[in-house]
């Protein structure tokens, strides 16, 4: 029998090529999983080796807290990508003058471009409660202009492919946690801060970040079990919105959907939404803190990291959030004041929070690596479906 073309053929196969092709890009995306280091916490080893440690624990991304120019240059050539934070100080000077933004670009991201790879900068963090320790400066007039000023700063020097935001903290910003559906930002924060934001966010293509830590809420709402914070699966570590019917197996789910649904009262639920620091203490700072110790913070990041690698998404969002970044590589210890930092004592109490001791020995025994693998894995599957396709399709057009 003659060998003949067949458009019908051809043109249904094509079509499932691009479906299922469609399928497999959608799989491919995971979460980005990183880490926070802070390279001004005295003490520390040069920024090259703990480059060098954090490309061994295979982690894609991390968010620089203070970046240095040294620290910033440690990660080029890398496949790291970095998340730049904004000193606090410095965001009233970038809000009132432009060239400040261009000052701190030029010893901060020109020198390494492109060798260093820069998704996103966050001007400040959590700059609404440094705020409180200086009555002086009022966040609502200071934080959208710093950021318009760095993103045109950026675009002045020929720069498109590093977004803009600021990062926020839950408890500070939020109403409630539950149940999500009612989620709302807090005034005058909301209206004076968020709700402008959100539309250079969404003009811009960037993302919002903040700060998600269930072990606060945890602790402020003594119904929560200790389990449903830790990513503990039993009967009755679940929570059902009873609004909207949806149950909840997590605190940290909760939390991101709350964020999801406040931003949805603006009509910007599909911002994508980085949580830029989450983790558990592996010490208190007293006595009561009983519940602020290695094992449950080892349960914690155990798992936060199986949620992740699951790809399951939280219930508003089935693609889950954008990024995630443990905070944080080490502990903010400063043996000159016999103590931590005042930065670390206001935000986190004083506790511990990092994965790994001074000296680069590693707290706990928990593989990062799952976005890596993720990637790898699902592009491997993707190469194998499209050449059994290839293979069908040329059986096929010649029936």
């Known amino acids: 029998m003659p060998l003949s073309f067949n458009p019908r053929v051809f043109h249904y196969l094509l079509t499932v090529h691009l479906l299922l092709l469609s399928t497999a890009v959608v799989a491919t995306v995971a979460t980005a999983f990183g880490i926070t280091y802070n390279p001004s916490i005295p003490k520390l080893p040069p920024p090259d080796y703990v480059s060098s440690t954090i490309q061994s624990l295979h982690f894609p991304v991390v968010r620089l807290l203070n970046p240095t120019p040294i620290s910033i240059r440690a990660f080029a050539y890398t496949n790291i990508s970095l998340l730049l934070s904004v000193p606090n100080h410095l965001v009233p000077s970038f809000a009132t003058n432009r060239s400040a933004a261009s000052v701190w670009l030029y010893s901060h991201v020109l020198p390494y471009h492109p060798r260093t790879h820069f998704s996103l900068i966050s001007v400040g963090s959590d700059v609404i409660s440094s705020s409180y320790d200086d009555v002086t400066i009022d966040p609502s007039t200071i934080i959208l202009p710093a ?18 935001s600021t990062t926020f903290s839950f408890i500070n910003v939020m109403t409630t946690s539950f149940p999500p559906s009612s989620a709302e930002f807090q005034e005058p924060i909301n209206s004076l801060i968020i709700r402008p934001l959100l539309q250079f966010l969404d003009e811009t293509n960037s993302s919002f970040l903040i700060n998600i830590y269930p072990y606060n ?15 503990q699966e039993n009967p009755y570590n679940f929570r059902d919105d009873i609004i909207t019917g949806v149950r909840y197996g997590n605190l940290f789910d909760m939390m991101v959907d709350a964020v999801i649904a406040a931003m949805a009262v603006f009509g910007h639920e599909n911002i994508p939404v980085i949580v830029t620091e989450t983790g558990w203490p592996s010490n208190g700072n007293n006595e009561a803190e009983t519940e602020a110790n290695r094992n449950y913070a080892e349960m914690y990041l155990k798992g936060l990291v199986m949620h992740l690698r699951s790809g399951m998404g939280t219930p508003l969002r089935k693609e889950g959030v954008a990024g995630a970044y443990i905070y944080q590589l080490f502990d903010d210890f400063d043996p000159k004041k016999n103590g931590y930092s005042n930065a670390s004592r206001s935000m986190h109490g004083g506790q511990n929070w990092g994965i790994m001791y001074n000296n680069m020995t590693m ?21 194998m479906v499209l050449g059994l396709l290839l293979l069908v399709t040329g059986v096929l057009l010649l029936i």
Do not use: C, Q, W
């Open 217 to 231: 809420v945890y602790k402020i709402n003594s119904e929560i079990p200790i389990g449903y914070a830790l990513f």
């Open 363 to 383: 707290k706990y025994k928990i593989d990062f690596s799952h976005s890596e693998r993720v990637l790898r894995n699902h592009k491997e599957l993707v190469e």
């Open 147 to 164: 950021m318009r000023n760095l993103y045109l700063s950026l675009r002045d020097f020929g720069i498109r492919t590093i977004s803009v």
